[in-house]
């Protein structure tokens, strides 16, 4: 696979209250790598899966060289992957003119 900036990674808890990782703590832990652009967490069910996005390439092919595919961290075992994805793309939410009228109903029930 090509190099690149995106991180696949899948983290096995020890628990179910090291389940509930934030966006925040996850950059704060893969900033000591490199900068980071950003997380998708993307699943909390059994395993915690994200995408990681770092701003350059040397620091997403440093991380994944320098670690054994599985290595143990603050969250639990972590396995780390190359990815073939681009980059993390922001979903907006929209609002339609239907779900405005829904929610001013919710709020004339009140």
């Given at each position: 696979?090509?190099?690149?900036?995106?991180?696949?990674?899948?983290?096995?808890?020890?628990?179910?209250?090291n389940?509930h990782?934030?966006?925040?703590?996850?950059?704060?832990?893969?900033?000591?790598?490199?900068?980071?652009?950003?997380?998708?967490?993307?699943?909390?069910?059994?395993?915690?899966?994200a995408?990681?996005?770092?701003?350059?390439?040397?620091?997403?092919?440093?991380?994944?060289?320098?670690?054994?595919s599985?290595?143990?961290?603050?969250?639990?075992?972590?396995?780390?992957?190359?990815?073939?994805?681009?980059?993390?793309?922001?979903?907006?939410?929209?609002v339609?003119?239907?779900?405005?009228?829904?929610?001013?109903?919710?709020?004339?029930?009140?």
């Amino acid at each position: 696979m090509a190099k690149t900036r995106m991180i696949f990674c899948v983290i096995q808890t020890p628990n179910k209250e090291n389940s509930h990782i934030s966006k925040e703590q996850m950059i704060d832990f893969f900033s000591q790598y490199g900068p980071v652009n950003d997380i998708e967490i993307f699943s909390r069910k059994v395993k915690i899966k994200a995408f990681v996005e770092f701003k350059n390439v040397e620091s997403a092919e440093a991380l994944i060289e320098n670690n054994p595919s599985e290595f143990p961290t603050c969250f639990g075992k972590m396995r780390l992957v190359r990815s073939d994805k681009e980059k993390i793309v922001t979903r907006s939410i929209m609002v339609t003119k239907t779900d405005a009228s829904i929610e001013s109903l919710k709020n004339l029930v009140k």
